[in-house]
T-cell receptor, first 111, second 111 residues
């Protein structure tokens, strides 16, 4: 069974731009969660989607948004990028919620 | 509030046992997890324990949970150089799939 895939793996943007990251969960998994990992703040929860509905949201500004499609693939969008948005963005997929499997992440650099 | 704490570093000799400790504050935790992260990679799920269990063993890994003290530990038997990585403890409360992570413990295994 293929694991969680995330595209792109690396991204370089400049301040003020916007970015869209994509996550394809493990086949059959309907829950997708997103996390931001930075050296200073560690791993922080962004949001969770289940069956195309946002089920949970972390404490991030409205510039961070996401959605989930009918095939369970998910995208997250960050608008008006700031230098502090540079991070590794990780996506996790889950079937029942107890086991969460992470993808390799997208490394975003904002210049 | 929700908080998960880990010590930042642990150094052991190859062949010894490693014990990584974690404390959490959320008394409504349902599952507790251990993840491993190697440089440049995503998070690999090592094992998890349901909150009504006090021990789980999986090959070289033993998880102990003291729910009264909100203390979780991961013991790695016969530690190998390939076990060198950052280990994250995480807890899942009753808010869907949201995970709260500790800061990570960097395990260094010396030959």
């Amino acid at each position: 069974k293929a694991g969680v895939t995330q595209t792109p793996r690396y991204l370089i943007k400049t301040r003020g731009q916007q970015v869209t990251l994509s996550c394809s969960p493990i086949s059959g998994h309907r829950s997708v969660s997103w996390y931001q990992q930075t050296p200073g703040q560690g791993l922080q929860f962004l949001f969770e989607y289940f069956s195309e509905t946002q089920r949970n949201k972390g404490n991030f500004p409205g510039r961070f948004s996401g959605r989930q499609f009918s095939n369970s693939r998910s995208e997250m969008n960050v608008s008006t990028l700031e230098l502090g948005d540079s991070a590794l963005y990780l996506c996790a997929s889950s079937a029942q919620g107890n086991e969460q499997f992470f993808g390799p992440g997208t490394r975003l650099t904002v210049l | 509030g929700e908080d998960v704490e880990q010590s930042l570093f642990l150094s052991v000799r190859e062949g010894d046992s490693s014990v990584i400790n974690c404390t959490y504050t959320d008394s409504s935790s349902t599952y507790l997890y251990w993840y491993k992260q190697e440089p440049g990679a995503g998070l690999q799920l090592l094992t998890y324990i349901f909150s009504n269990m006090d021990m789980k063993q999986d090959q070289r890994l033993t998880v102990l949970l003291n729910k009264k003290d909100k203390h979780l530990s991961l013991r790695i038997a016969d530690t190998q150089t390939g076990d060198s990585a950052i280990y994250f403890c995480a807890e899942r409360g009753n808010q869907g799939g949201k995970l709260i992570f500790g800061q990570g413990t960097e395990l260094s295994v010396k030959p």
